[in-house]
């Protein structure tokens, strides 16, 4: 049954409006990314003096990212229509993901032991953090033909393999990256929920995504290595090992108490606590905001998926509501993985914290997101009253169907 962001009460025909949860996402991303700016300049200014450039310097890169995505974020919301992707428009952006994956597999620049990161000209991109985002709109359009009867059962599987799953697939084989693929997964469990898919399908994908998971960690050993976060000490090196970044993470947050050290007082700031700008920022943010500053951002990420939820609840059709909604589990869990790797709750992962966390690439893909979560609220609020009445009477229903 297709969405049309409305529920009925009394005979009479309410539209769900999506002004107040907009509302609150966007002041999400805003507070998220204010609060980037101040925790960036705090955090990297030390590193930054080391390496003899201005104390400032990783802020106004964070800053000028901001901007580029702050634009494409506008343009996704206010001048492509989400129903966009649901057209031939998405083969493109797929072809082109496609291409930056091959790209970075043959010419792509190795970081920390992973080729993860593309160079075009003066520009260095992570690629991974944009195919996330096509990969998701390609599962929704599928579901959404499925559901329409535009393809057979059969042509869905063999779709979902030959554009989600082998691109998935090269993605983890040639960056070695399970985080990246792990999001990729969540955000295609989100599609099939929001596509309501029966529970029992979803639970066997889940079943093999987590044994997948598990097979992929045990068979490296640089992988089963980051489960001495279980006990970081024990790294045979005393804890100035493979244990050294998460420890001093743990001193981070046990320095900073409820209160915290107070802003820009850190001490793992001071070349202790590896990616600090990056990986483990939200370490700094327990260090110098303490425990409130830290609940304060898993607050904000809460409403974030309040908002996005309830948009994608509100949407006016299926593919918009499995949009919404899958980005938005996808931001959100991102999210909820970073905090987990800097609390020690899962091994490293290496995943930013979104609007947050030192990254352009993480952040521009991060105001995409935003961006086409707020083009489906649109969807619901653009649409005009008598176009809505219109769509409620019988006869419209029934020449539909």
Same mark, same amino acid.
């Given at each position: 049954?297709?969405?049309?962001?409305?529920?009925?009460?009394?005979?009479?025909?309410?539209?769900?409006?999506?002004?107040?949860?907009?509302?609150?996402?966007?002041?999400?991303?805003?507070?998220?990314?204010?609060?980037?700016?101040?925790?960036?300049?705090?955090?990297?200014?030390?590193?930054?003096?080391?390496?003899?450039?201005?104390?400032?310097?990783?802020?106004?890169?964070?800053?000028?990212?901001?901007?580029?995505?702050?634009?494409?974020?506008?343009?996704?919301?206010?001048?492509?229509?989400?129903?966009?992707?649901?057209?031939?428009?998405?083969?493109?952006?797929?072809?082109?993901?496609?291409?930056?994956?091959?790209?970075?597999?043959?010419?792509?620049?190795?970081?920390?032991?992973?080729?993860?990161?593309?160079?075009?000209?003066?520009?260095?991109?992570?690629?991974?953090?944009?195919?996330?985002?096509?990969?998701?709109?390609?599962?929704?359009?599928?579901?959404?033909?499925?559901?329409?009867?535009?393809?057979?059962?059969?042509?869905?599987?063999?779709?979902?393999?030959?554009?989600?799953?082998?691109?998935?697939?090269?993605?983890?084989?040639?960056?070695?990256?399970?985080?990246?693929?792990?999001?990729?997964?969540?955000?295609?469990?989100?599609?099939?929920?929001?596509?309501?898919?029966?529970?029992?399908?979803?639970?066997?994908?889940?079943?093999?995504?987590?044994?997948?998971?598990?097979?992929?960690?045990?068979?490296?050993?640089?992988?089963?290595?980051?489960?001495?976060?279980?006990?970081?000490?024990?790294?045979?090196?005393?804890?100035?090992?493979?244990?050294?970044?998460?420890?001093?993470?743990?001193?981070?947050?046990?320095?900073?108490?409820?209160?915290?050290?107070?802003?820009?007082?850190?001490?793992?700031?001071?070349?202790?606590?590896?990616?600090?700008?990056?990986?483990?920022?939200?370490?700094?943010?327990?260090?110098?905001?303490?425990?409130?500053?830290?609940?304060? #951002?898993?607050?904000?990420?809460?409403?974030?998926?309040?908002?996005?939820?309830?948009?994608?609840?509100?949407?006016?059709?299926?593919?918009?509501?499995?949009?919404?909604?899958?980005?938005?589990?996808?931001?959100?869990?991102?999210?909820?993985?970073?905090?987990?790797?800097?609390?020690?709750?899962?091994?490293?992962?290496?995943?930013?914290?979104?609007?947050?966390?030192?990254?352009?690439?993480?952040?521009?893909?991060?105001?995409?997101?935003?961006?086409?979560?707020?083009?489906?609220?649109?969807?619901?609020?653009?649409?005009?009253?008598?176009?809505?009445?219109?769509?409620?009477?019988? #006869?419209?229903?029934?020449?539909?169907?």
């Amino acid at each position: 049954m297709a969405r049309q962001g409305k529920h009925q009460s009394g005979g009479e025909i309410a539209v769900l409006s999506t002004v107040g949860p907009r509302l609150a996402l966007l002041l999400c991303v805003l507070a998220l990314t204010l609060l980037g700016f101040v925790m960036i300049y705090s955090a990297s200014s030390i590193k930054a003096i080391t390496e003899q450039v201005s104390d400032m310097s990783y802020m106004f890169d964070q800053v000028k990212f901001a901007v580029i995505g702050i634009a494409a974020a506008f343009v996704l919301w206010k001048v492509i229509p989400y129903r966009v992707w649901a057209g031939n428009a998405v083969w493109v952006v797929w072809g082109i993901a496609v291409i930056l994956l091959l790209l970075t597999a043959a010419v792509g620049l190795a970081e920390n032991g992973a080729q993860r990161w593309l160079s075009l000209g003066p520009i260095s991109l992570q690629p991974s953090e944009f195919v996330k985002i096509a990969l998701v709109l390609v599962a929704a359009r599928l579901f959404s033909d499925l559901r329409a009867h535009a393809i057979d059962a059969r042509a869905f599987v063999v779709e979902m393999v030959v554009f989600i799953v082998i691109p998935t697939g090269f993605l983890f084989a040639t960056q070695s990256d399970l985080g990246t693929t792990a999001i990729i997964a969540l955000g295609i469990i989100g599609v099939m929920w929001m596509g309501e898919v029966p529970l029992r399908a979803i639970f066997a994908v889940i079943a093999a995504m987590l044994l997948f998971a598990l097979f992929a960690t045990l068979l490296s050993s640089y992988r089963s290595d980051r489960f001495l976060y279980l006990n970081p000490w024990n790294d045979g090196q005393n804890g100035y090992g493979n244990g050294y970044q998460i420890i001093h993470s743990y001193y981070a947050f046990s320095e900073g108490g409820i209160f915290g050290v107070g802003l820009g007082n850190s001490r793992e700031k001071y070349l202790y606590l590896p990616e600090s700008e990056t990986d483990f920022i939200f370490a700094i943010i327990g260090e110098e905001l303490g425990l409130v500053g830290a609940l304060a #951002v898993i607050i904000v990420f809460l409403v974030f998926l309040w908002s996005g939820m309830r948009i994608a609840r509100a949407a006016y059709d299926d593919f918009g509501a499995m949009v919404a909604g899958s980005l938005t589990i996808m931001l959100v869990f991102q999210a909820f993985l970073n905090i987990g790797c800097a609390i020690g709750v899962f091994p490293t992962t290496g995943k930013p914290l979104p609007f947050i966390s030192s990254g352009g690439s993480s952040l521009i893909a991060s105001f995409m997101m935003a961006g086409i979560i707020l083009s489906v609220s649109e969807g619901v609020d653009g649409k005009k009253a008598y176009d809505r009445r219109r769509d409620e009477l019988r #006869v419209v229903k029934a020449a539909k169907k």
